[in-house]
């Protein structure tokens, strides 16, 4: 499965768009890129997955760059709940397991 | 549906002691997973099923533990004997076979004294 490196963390304001980055930029041809979140305390949650297109669901958007080498997780309206660490995994199409790295810690403020 | 079920959510116990940790996967998912989460180390996978059958364990860190998923709807990791080092929070996740969204549970906060 492909390395992937996130920013240990970032700050965004309530209402304002997060855009989280991921590299992955040694991802093979049929790896795909899910993104995770773990708020405070819980266990961790499905948001988005992608292969090369972009995707969009009602949580957020993925845009992945032509060259697949790196991506970014759009939350289009972040709210103080989005507060967590997220997480950008590669895997490949018949895989099931996922290796977490240690992620991105939003922090959401007023 | 539920969502995974995990128990219990928290477990207190001596070093030494058996402890055991109880998972109920989302009705109709055939793989199951288990993982630990501690500050040092993060969230790691220790073991993995694909109906019922043990595919990957070579995460489970040695011997003293073990895990089992005797039908569909009902999985155990056990650890035998516990010691303090093994204090972490144990996670079991659900899904469909293959790169599919994962369904994590509320984990088990497990301190072993």
């Known amino acids: 499965d492909a390395k992937t490196t996130q920013p240990p963390s970032m700050d965004c304001a309530e209402g304002r768009a997060a855009n989280l980055p991921c590299n992955h930029s040694?991802?093979?041809?049929?790896?795909?890129v899910y993104w995770y979140r773990q708020i405070h305390s819980q266990g961790p949650q499905y948001i988005i997955h992608?292969?090369?297109n972009n995707e969009t669901n009602e949580m957020a958007s993925l845009i992945i760059t032509e060259d697949r080498k790196s991506s970014t997780l759009i939350l289009p309206h972040a709210t103080l709940r989005d507060t967590a660490v997220y997480y950008c995994i590669g895997i490949t199409g018949t895989a099931s397991k996922l290796t977490f790295g240690t992620g991105t810690r939003l922090q959401v403020t007023l | 549906d539920a969502g995974v079920i995990q128990s219990p959510r928290h477990e207190v116990t001596e070093m030494g002691q058996e402890v055991t940790l109880r998972c109920k996967p989302i009705s109709g998912h055939n793989s199951l997973f288990w993982y630990r989460q501690t500050m040092m180390r993060g969230l790691e996978l220790l073991i993995y099923?694909?109906?019922?059958?043990?595919?990957?364990d070579s995460g489970m860190p040695e011997d003293r533990f073990s895990a089992k998923m005797p039908n569909a709807s009902f999985s155990t990791l056990k650890i035998q004997p516990s010691e303090p080092r093994d204090s972490a929070v144990y996670f079991c996740?659900?899904?469909?076979?293959?790169?599919?969204?994962?369904?994590f549970g509320p984990g088990t906060r497990l301190t072993v004294t």
């Open positions: 099923f694909n109906n019922n059958v043990p595919i990957d």
């Open positions: 040694t991802i093979s041809g049929n790896e795909y």
């Open positions: 992608g292969l090369k």
């Open positions: 996740a659900s899904s469909f076979t293959g790169p599919n969204e994962q369904y």
